[in-house]
């Protein structure tokens, strides 16, 4: 089945980020498609590559980049999410005139239209939040 | 339908809203802090029993485990793992998150 | 399937978005509406739900000034224009916050939640903030 995930609140505060990756790992092991995964409200910061966790904790932003890059999941955080919380991709930083990026590997930033395609397009949504 | 509530019952209204919500046939997953619910002689025992009438009440194992309550749980929740969220959903026609 | 639905062969799916949050003391409600704006372009079967503390995002006499952020509140004025036409609002609600329909900025069905989950059950995409 072809499964589209929101995750509305950003790593670590909340269990959202959490349980919507573990969500995605068992969905992914049985053999489901995982068709996107969309960042809204503070779970842009799910994709900034500056998260520096305790070693021994989880490295919540990591585990997103690697999961996407070995099952090839669309990560979309929405740009208009992200401007407010100061998350950019190159693109953005230079458009915003900012001295940095900070999106991690595997993230990238599009419109709210994503969330609703990716509604239209999938069997079933998801929302994570608080 | 399937019904995701992540809140404590003991400070939100979350899973009240929701039971108003769930309609017959419909199942209510309590993850996250949603757990709490699934408690045995709790102040909210009664609506859970009630809620039973109707709807199938799950709640996420791992989440018990974490929060030190899985041996708490009341007789008739269902427990999944992660995979069986995952069927839940693909089961039922749509997700609801009552957050 | 009316020939309306059936536009650029495109998929027409009931969409549900739940507000269950007041506005300014939390982003939800404000990001929530920017989702519906947004979602209007893709012409889909848009409802929105106003439950518990959503319902305040309706009120008439919003004034932001004092708090220094944005009044958003005319926007829910504006949805018409963008083909958004189903607003409900839980007369549960309404009642417990010593509301009527009077209270609103804009045109409502005021309806009773054993009313609403029956229409929650008809939809094909649910989004919650």
């Given at each position: 089945m072809k499964l589209a995930i929101q995750v509305n609140e950003g790593p670590y505060t909340h269990q959202a980020a959490d349980t919507a990756y573990k969500f995605v790992e068992a969905a992914l092991e049985k053999g489901?498609?995982?068709?996107r995964i969309f960042f809204y409200h503070d779970g842009?910061?799910?994709?900034?590559?500056?998260t520096t966790p305790p070693?021994?904790?989880?490295?919540i932003v990591a585990r997103w980049s690697a999961l996407a890059e070995k099952h090839n999941i669309d990560l979309v955080i929405c740009v208009a999410a992200a401007q407010r919380r100061g998350i950019a991709d190159a693109d953005e930083a230079k458009r915003n005139s900012k001295d940095a990026d900070n999106i991690a590997p595997g993230f990238r930033i599009s419109g709210l239209g994503q969330l609703i395609e990716a509604g239209i397009q999938s069997d079933r949504l998801v929302v994570f939040g608080d | 339908m399937l019904h995701t509530v992540n809140k404590s019952p003991f400070g939100s209204n979350s899973l009240e809203t929701c039971l108003k919500m769930a309609t017959s046939g419909s199942t209510v997953l309590l993850i996250e802090?949603?757990?709490?619910?699934?408690?045995?002689?709790?102040?909210v025992a009664e609506t859970i029993a009630q809620a039973m009438g109707t709807v199938t009440i799950a709640a996420l194992a791992p989440d018990l485990a974490a929060r030190g309550v899985a041996d708490k749980v009341m007789d008739g929740i269902k427990l999944v793992d992660y995979s069986g969220f995952v069927d839940l959903v693909c089961e039922t026609d749509k997700t609801t998150a009552w957050l | 399937m009316s020939d309306e639905m059936m536009d650029e062969g495109g998929t027409i799916k009931k969409f549900a978005y739940i507000n269950r949050k007041a506005p300014y003391g939390t982003i939800y409600a404000l990001e929530s509406l920017e989702v519906v704006l947004i979602g209007a372009a893709f012409e889909q079967d848009v409802s929105l739900f106003f439950l518990d503390d959503g319902?305040?995002?309706?009120?008439?006499?919003?004034?932001t000034d004092g708090i220094g952020?944005?009044?958003?509140?005319p926007t829910y004025r504006a949805l018409e224009m963008y083909d958004v036409e189903k607003l409900y609002v839980s007369e549960e609600a309404l009642a417990a916050r010593g509301l009527?329909?009077?209270?609103?900025?804009v045109d409502v069905e005021v309806v009773a939640d054993s009313e609403i989950a029956g229409m929650l059950d008809e939809q094909d995409v649910v989004l919650s903030f």
């Open positions: 489901h498609e995982i068709y842009v910061n799910n994709g900034t590559r500056l070693q021994d904790d989880r490295n | 802090d949603g757990v709490y619910a699934a408690l045995k002689d709790s102040s | 319902v305040f995002q309706l009120t008439k006499g919003q004034k952020m944005k009044n958003f509140s009527t329909a009077d209270d609103l900025l």
